[in-house]
């Protein structure tokens, strides 16, 4: 069960405005080279929990694709995933490693790798999944540190590996319009491309859907 080891045992729209097309894109769409997907599971009761430990991962490599994903069920909590080129999923599974031993009960996965205790490495598993299919929310993602203050769409698509701006109850987003992303950005993954939704607030500017708050207790969006 939970041993602090790995095991080694096979498992079983709203109106948007899209980024130029790139020939060389970050992370979170398709078209890549190999790349693999990693999940980690140390319990985290809400988004914002979850958020703070993937902020905490030092080590991870600019292209990572760090998200949160709901894990429903007898106890809801979000795990987390990592999506790195092949070359660094060696590195990243230790440093994952690290940080499930670091709290009781953590786990990880990686392929049919499993380690720490088995329920949430079992977990982590499934959360890797859900990223394999194109789901999650995204926290840390190439760019994603030129995401503050005010930015226009146009810039935040040319800076980030942002795909799309999606307006909450439709309508178009022009290029100039400003975005105030309150230093916290989170896209959302729709089959693999990252979408942030925004909404238009009082003051004109458009701001990310997800509020800071008490709504990041809503770990059973996706």
Sequence with gaps: MGDGHHHDRPQGGPAVLTAPARTAAPAGTGGRRPRAVLGLDVGAAD???????????AGLPAEALACTQPIHGEHPHVALTVEVPDRESAAVWALLC????AVPGGGASWGYRRHGAA??????GAAAAAHA???GRAVR??????????V????LLARSAIDRVALLGGGTADSAAQVATRGRVRPERRTGELVLVVEESAHGQLT?????????RRIVRG
Aim: charged share 15%; proline share 11%; aromatic share 6%.
């Design 47 to 57: 988004l914002r929990a979850a958020d703070a430990v993937l902020q905490s991962l």
């Design 98 to 101: 690290a940080a499930a031993d």
């Design 119 to 124: 329920p949430a490495a079992e977990a982590a």
């Design 133 to 135: 299919l194109g789901r």
């Design 141 to 150: 993602f190439p760019g994603v540190g030129a995401l503050t203050g005010t």
């Design 152 to 155: 226009t769409v146009g810039e």
């Design 208 to 216: 990310p859907y997800e509020v800071p708050g008490p709504f990041d």
